[in-house]
Protein backbone atom coordinates (compact mmCIF):
# COMPACT_ATOMS: atom_id res chain seq x y z
CA UNK A 1 0.00 0.00 0.00
CA UNK A 2 1.30 3.53 -1.26
CA UNK A 3 2.78 5.08 2.31
CA UNK A 4 0.30 8.36 1.14
CA UNK A 5 -2.75 6.29 1.30
CA UNK A 6 -2.03 4.86 4.62
CA UNK A 7 -4.32 7.30 6.07
CA UNK A 8 -7.72 5.31 5.66
CA UNK A 9 -6.42 1.71 6.12
CA UNK A 10 -7.30 0.59 9.77
CA UNK A 11 -3.82 0.36 11.46
CA UNK A 12 -3.54 4.34 10.90
CA UNK A 13 -7.26 5.17 11.87
CA UNK A 14 -6.64 3.35 15.06
CA UNK A 15 -3.47 4.36 15.89
CA UNK A 16 -4.56 8.07 15.27
CA UNK A 17 -8.09 7.95 17.08
CA UNK A 18 -5.92 5.62 20.08
CA UNK A 19 -3.83 8.91 20.74
CA UNK A 20 -6.24 11.33 20.00
CA UNK A 21 -8.44 9.70 23.15
CA UNK A 22 -5.68 10.49 25.28
CA UNK A 23 -4.61 13.82 23.18
CA UNK A 24 -4.69 17.24 25.18
CA UNK A 25 -5.62 19.40 22.45
CA UNK A 26 -7.52 22.73 23.36
CA UNK A 27 -8.95 23.66 19.77
CA UNK A 28 -12.20 24.02 18.97
CA UNK A 29 -13.79 21.51 16.87
CA UNK A 30 -14.68 23.54 13.71
CA UNK A 31 -18.66 23.82 13.19
CA UNK A 32 -19.04 21.59 10.08
CA UNK A 33 -16.96 19.27 11.28
CA UNK A 34 -19.91 18.55 14.03
CA UNK A 35 -22.56 19.09 11.59
CA UNK A 36 -20.70 16.25 9.23
CA UNK A 37 -20.66 13.92 12.22
CA UNK A 38 -23.84 14.22 13.21
CA UNK A 39 -25.17 13.74 9.10
CA UNK A 40 -23.35 10.50 8.97
CA UNK A 41 -24.83 9.24 12.62
CA UNK A 42 -27.84 10.12 10.99
CA UNK A 43 -27.40 8.36 7.91
CA UNK A 44 -26.14 5.18 10.06
CA UNK A 45 -28.49 5.70 13.54
CA UNK A 46 -29.25 1.58 13.56
CA UNK A 47 -25.78 0.44 11.68
CA UNK A 48 -28.11 -2.59 11.06
CA UNK A 49 -26.60 -2.57 7.39
CA UNK A 50 -23.25 -2.38 8.39
CA UNK A 51 -23.16 -5.28 11.08
CA UNK A 52 -25.48 -6.97 9.31
CA UNK A 53 -23.05 -6.66 6.28
CA UNK A 54 -19.84 -7.67 8.43
CA UNK A 55 -21.29 -10.12 10.09
CA UNK A 56 -22.26 -12.19 6.85
CA UNK A 57 -18.15 -11.81 6.24
CA UNK A 58 -17.63 -13.05 9.85
CA UNK A 59 -19.12 -16.22 9.37
CA UNK A 60 -18.88 -16.71 5.53
CA UNK A 61 -17.43 -20.64 5.30
CA UNK A 62 -18.83 -21.31 9.07
CA UNK A 63 -20.69 -24.93 8.77
CA UNK A 64 -23.85 -22.72 11.04
CA UNK A 65 -24.46 -19.94 8.38
CA UNK A 66 -26.74 -18.51 11.25
CA UNK A 67 -24.39 -17.52 14.26
CA UNK A 68 -25.08 -13.64 15.62
CA UNK A 69 -22.41 -11.47 16.74
CA UNK A 70 -22.04 -11.66 20.68
CA UNK A 71 -23.50 -8.17 21.90
CA UNK A 72 -20.59 -7.09 22.39
CA UNK A 73 -18.75 -7.46 19.17
CA UNK A 74 -21.59 -5.92 17.65
CA UNK A 75 -21.29 -2.42 20.32
CA UNK A 76 -17.56 -2.45 19.28
CA UNK A 77 -18.14 -2.54 15.58
CA UNK A 78 -20.68 0.32 15.73
CA UNK A 79 -18.61 2.38 18.03
CA UNK A 80 -14.83 1.06 15.76
CA UNK A 81 -17.41 2.66 12.99
CA UNK A 82 -18.39 5.74 14.59
CA UNK A 83 -14.74 6.28 15.61
CA UNK A 84 -13.84 6.06 11.65
CA UNK A 85 -16.39 8.60 10.93
CA UNK A 86 -15.41 11.41 13.25
CA UNK A 87 -11.46 11.40 12.06
CA UNK A 88 -12.63 11.13 8.51
CA UNK A 89 -14.64 14.02 9.18
CA UNK A 90 -12.05 16.58 11.31
CA UNK A 91 -9.57 15.40 8.32
CA UNK A 92 -12.25 16.96 5.83
CA UNK A 93 -12.68 19.72 8.11
CA UNK A 94 -8.76 20.31 8.68
CA UNK A 95 -8.38 20.60 4.73
CA UNK A 96 -10.91 22.71 4.25
CA UNK A 97 -9.13 25.55 6.21
CA UNK A 98 -6.02 24.83 4.10
CA UNK A 99 -7.83 25.24 1.09
CA UNK A 100 -8.02 22.29 -0.09
CA UNK A 101 -10.32 20.29 -2.13
CA UNK A 102 -11.58 16.64 -2.14
CA UNK A 103 -11.57 15.84 -5.21
CA UNK A 104 -12.50 12.52 -5.84
CA UNK A 105 -11.74 11.96 -9.68
CA UNK A 106 -8.94 8.90 -9.44
CA UNK A 107 -9.46 8.09 -5.75
CA UNK A 108 -11.04 4.71 -4.24
CA UNK A 109 -11.76 3.80 -0.71
CA UNK A 110 -9.29 1.88 0.94
CA UNK A 111 -10.46 0.97 3.92
CA UNK A 112 -12.32 -2.72 3.45
CA UNK A 113 -15.74 -1.88 4.33
CA UNK A 114 -18.15 -4.05 4.35
CA UNK A 115 -20.53 -4.80 1.50
CA UNK A 116 -24.04 -3.22 2.75
CA UNK A 117 -22.47 -0.12 4.27
CA UNK A 118 -24.36 3.09 4.40
CA UNK A 119 -23.29 5.21 1.15
CA UNK A 120 -22.97 8.03 3.19
CA UNK A 121 -20.15 6.45 5.36
CA UNK A 122 -18.37 5.62 1.99
CA UNK A 123 -18.62 8.66 0.40
CA UNK A 124 -17.23 10.53 3.34
CA UNK A 125 -14.06 7.63 3.54
CA UNK A 126 -13.81 8.56 -0.37
CA UNK A 127 -13.14 12.39 0.32
CA UNK A 128 -10.72 11.99 2.63
CA UNK A 129 -8.62 9.48 0.50
CA UNK A 130 -8.95 12.29 -1.85
CA UNK A 131 -7.28 14.99 0.64
CA UNK A 132 -4.84 12.58 1.97
CA UNK A 133 -1.59 13.63 0.24
CA UNK A 134 -2.07 17.41 -0.34
CA UNK A 135 -3.23 17.76 3.38
CA UNK A 136 0.02 15.26 4.63
CA UNK A 137 2.02 17.59 2.53
CA UNK A 138 1.10 20.76 4.40
CA UNK A 139 1.09 19.16 7.30
CA UNK A 140 4.44 17.63 6.95
CA UNK A 141 6.04 18.36 3.58
CA UNK A 142 7.95 15.60 2.25
CA UNK A 143 12.25 15.46 2.32
CA UNK A 144 13.66 14.38 -0.61
CA UNK A 145 15.68 11.09 -0.34
CA UNK A 146 19.05 13.00 -2.04
CA UNK A 147 21.91 11.19 -3.10
CA UNK A 148 24.18 13.11 -0.31
CA UNK A 149 21.47 11.57 2.37
CA UNK A 150 21.95 7.92 0.87
CA UNK A 151 25.55 8.06 1.41
CA UNK A 152 25.07 9.79 4.55
CA UNK A 153 23.48 6.79 5.44
CA UNK A 154 25.70 4.11 3.65
CA UNK A 155 28.70 5.50 5.80
CA UNK A 156 27.03 5.50 8.98
CA UNK A 157 26.15 2.00 9.14
CA UNK A 158 29.09 0.53 6.82
CA UNK A 159 30.66 -0.93 9.73
CA UNK A 160 27.21 -3.01 10.70
CA UNK A 161 25.99 -3.97 7.56
CA UNK A 162 28.10 -3.50 4.37
CA UNK A 163 31.42 -4.37 5.76
CA UNK A 164 32.08 -7.77 6.87
CA UNK A 165 35.24 -7.97 8.27
CA UNK A 166 38.76 -10.24 7.31
CA UNK A 167 37.64 -13.93 9.07
CA UNK A 168 39.55 -17.06 9.30
CA UNK A 169 38.45 -20.81 10.37
CA UNK A 170 40.76 -22.48 12.22
CA UNK A 171 42.08 -25.60 13.75
CA UNK A 172 43.82 -25.01 17.61
CA UNK A 173 45.27 -27.18 19.86
CA UNK A 174 46.49 -25.88 23.46
CA UNK A 175 49.00 -27.86 25.51
CA UNK A 176 50.50 -27.74 28.96
CA UNK A 177 54.29 -27.80 27.65
CA UNK A 178 56.41 -26.24 24.54
CA UNK A 179 58.40 -29.24 23.86
CA UNK A 180 54.65 -30.92 23.50
CA UNK A 181 53.21 -28.12 21.18
CA UNK A 182 56.63 -28.18 18.80
CA UNK A 183 56.63 -31.66 18.65
CA UNK A 184 52.25 -32.01 17.77
CA UNK A 185 53.34 -28.96 15.33
CA UNK A 186 54.51 -30.69 12.93
CA UNK A 187 51.54 -33.52 13.09
CA UNK A 188 48.66 -31.41 12.58
CA UNK A 189 46.68 -32.47 9.37
CA UNK A 190 45.64 -29.52 7.01
CA UNK A 191 42.05 -30.74 6.85
CA UNK A 192 39.27 -31.29 8.81
CA UNK A 193 37.92 -35.22 9.75
CA UNK A 194 39.14 -38.16 12.15
CA UNK A 195 42.57 -38.04 12.20
CA UNK A 196 42.31 -33.66 13.00
CA UNK A 197 39.86 -34.99 15.72
CA UNK A 198 42.00 -37.48 17.04
CA UNK A 199 45.04 -35.31 17.22
CA UNK A 200 43.14 -32.76 19.23
CA UNK A 201 41.04 -34.52 21.62
CA UNK A 202 44.10 -37.16 22.94
CA UNK A 203 46.15 -34.06 23.17
CA UNK A 204 44.51 -30.64 24.47
CA UNK A 205 44.42 -29.12 27.73
CA UNK A 206 40.85 -27.29 26.71
CA UNK A 207 38.33 -30.18 26.57
CA UNK A 208 36.22 -27.11 24.40
CA UNK A 209 38.74 -27.50 21.88
CA UNK A 210 37.94 -31.46 21.30
CA UNK A 211 33.75 -30.49 21.00
CA UNK A 212 34.44 -28.02 18.52
CA UNK A 213 34.54 -30.36 15.45
CA UNK A 214 37.87 -31.98 16.27
CA UNK A 215 39.53 -28.35 17.15
CA UNK A 216 37.84 -26.76 13.92
CA UNK A 217 36.90 -23.69 15.12
CA UNK A 218 33.87 -21.82 13.93
CA UNK A 219 34.83 -18.88 11.16
CA UNK A 220 35.95 -15.93 13.65
CA UNK A 221 36.56 -12.34 12.65
CA UNK A 222 40.60 -11.64 12.73
CA UNK A 223 39.23 -8.77 14.88
CA UNK A 224 37.88 -10.71 17.64
CA UNK A 225 40.79 -12.75 17.97
CA UNK A 226 44.07 -12.58 20.27
CA UNK A 227 46.95 -9.95 18.97
CA UNK A 228 49.25 -13.17 18.74
CA UNK A 229 46.75 -15.16 16.94
CA UNK A 230 45.78 -13.05 14.53
CA UNK A 231 49.11 -12.10 13.58
CA UNK A 232 49.73 -15.57 13.63
CA UNK A 233 46.77 -16.09 10.81
CA UNK A 234 47.79 -13.05 9.13
CA UNK A 235 51.29 -14.14 8.39
CA UNK A 236 49.63 -17.80 7.58
CA UNK A 237 46.89 -17.53 5.38
CA UNK A 238 48.55 -18.14 2.29
CA UNK A 239 50.88 -20.18 3.05
CA UNK A 240 48.57 -22.59 5.43
CA UNK A 241 51.63 -23.77 7.47
CA UNK A 242 51.04 -24.61 10.76
CA UNK A 243 51.84 -21.81 13.27
CA UNK A 244 53.11 -21.55 16.78
CA UNK A 245 53.77 -22.16 19.33
CA UNK A 246 51.86 -19.34 21.19
CA UNK A 247 52.41 -18.92 24.87
CA UNK A 248 48.54 -18.20 26.03
CA UNK A 249 46.75 -17.89 29.21
CA UNK A 250 44.04 -20.11 29.80
CA UNK A 251 41.02 -21.01 32.04
CA UNK A 252 40.14 -24.46 31.59
CA UNK A 253 36.87 -25.41 33.55
CA UNK A 254 36.35 -25.08 37.41
CA UNK A 255 40.56 -24.77 37.37
CA UNK A 256 42.60 -21.87 38.22
CA UNK A 257 43.98 -19.89 35.14
CA UNK A 258 46.99 -21.74 34.03
CA UNK A 259 49.81 -21.11 31.44
CA UNK A 260 49.33 -23.16 28.00
CA UNK A 261 51.19 -23.78 24.48
CA UNK A 262 48.93 -23.38 21.48
CA UNK A 263 49.64 -23.96 17.47
CA UNK A 264 47.15 -23.80 15.05
CA UNK A 265 46.62 -24.22 10.98
CA UNK A 266 43.98 -21.83 9.07
CA UNK A 267 41.66 -24.19 7.14
CA UNK A 268 40.18 -21.04 5.35
CA UNK A 269 40.48 -17.44 5.33
CA UNK A 270 37.80 -14.95 4.15
CA UNK A 271 39.16 -11.14 3.14
CA UNK A 272 38.23 -8.24 4.32
CA UNK A 273 35.05 -7.97 1.88
CA UNK A 274 32.83 -4.51 1.46
CA UNK A 275 29.65 -4.08 -0.63
CA UNK A 276 30.04 -1.15 -2.64
CA UNK A 277 27.05 1.78 -2.03
CA UNK A 278 26.06 0.97 -5.94
CA UNK A 279 25.24 -2.37 -5.01
CA UNK A 280 22.75 -0.83 -2.53
CA UNK A 281 22.00 2.07 -3.64
CA UNK A 282 18.13 1.34 -4.96
CA UNK A 283 17.54 -0.67 -2.04
CA UNK A 284 18.74 2.23 0.50
CA UNK A 285 17.07 4.59 -1.54
CA UNK A 286 13.61 2.63 -0.82
CA UNK A 287 14.53 2.21 2.99
CA UNK A 288 15.00 5.99 3.26
CA UNK A 289 11.43 6.71 1.54
CA UNK A 290 9.79 4.54 4.00
CA UNK A 291 11.43 5.72 6.74
CA UNK A 292 10.23 9.31 5.40
CA UNK A 293 6.99 8.11 5.14
CA UNK A 294 6.62 6.90 8.43
CA UNK A 295 7.91 10.25 9.79
CA UNK A 296 5.04 12.15 7.83
CA UNK A 297 2.45 9.91 9.40
CA UNK A 298 4.21 10.35 12.74
CA UNK A 299 3.97 14.44 12.40
CA UNK A 300 0.25 14.27 11.30
CA UNK A 301 -0.67 11.47 14.38
CA UNK A 302 0.58 14.22 16.61
CA UNK A 303 -0.66 17.00 14.95
CA UNK A 304 -4.11 15.55 15.00
CA UNK A 305 -3.72 14.73 18.81
CA UNK A 306 -2.45 17.96 19.44
CA UNK A 307 -5.13 20.43 17.93
CA UNK A 308 -8.37 17.71 18.39
CA UNK A 309 -7.58 15.34 20.65
CA UNK A 310 -10.39 16.33 23.35
CA UNK A 311 -12.96 17.18 20.59
CA UNK A 312 -12.03 13.54 18.71
CA UNK A 313 -12.20 11.85 22.48
CA UNK A 314 -15.54 13.24 23.33
CA UNK A 315 -16.95 12.64 19.61
CA UNK A 316 -15.84 9.03 19.69
CA UNK A 317 -16.93 8.03 23.42
CA UNK A 318 -19.51 10.73 24.00
CA UNK A 319 -22.24 11.36 21.22
CA UNK A 320 -24.58 8.87 20.46
CA UNK A 321 -25.96 7.43 17.23
CA UNK A 322 -28.45 9.15 17.14
CA UNK A 323 -27.94 12.52 18.15
CA UNK A 324 -27.70 15.47 16.21
CA UNK A 325 -25.85 18.96 15.82
CA UNK A 326 -27.08 22.19 15.05
CA UNK A 327 -25.43 23.99 12.27
Given at each position: ?????????????????????C?????????????????????????????????????????????????????A????????????????????K???S????????????????????????????????????????????????I??????????????P????L?????????????????????????????????????????E???????????????????A?????????????????TS????????????????????????????????????????????????????????????L??????????????P
Amino acid sequence: MPPLRLLASTAAVVSILTLAACGSGSAELPADVAVRVADVEVATADMDATIAAAQRQITAGQRNGTRQLPAKARDALADGLRIQVAHLAVLLADAKKRGISADTKGHSVIYPYPKGTPKAITDLALKAEAIAEPLLDAIAPQRPVTGERIEQFYDQNLDIRYRRPAAATLAVLTVRDRATAERLTTQLPDQPGPELRDLVCRNTMLPQECMEAGGLRLTVPLEKLEDDLARAVKRTRQSREAFGPLQVQTSPPDQPPMVGWRIGRVMEYLPEQTTPLARVRAQLKGELEGAEAERRQTVLRDYLKRTYGDQLACHATCTSPTETATP
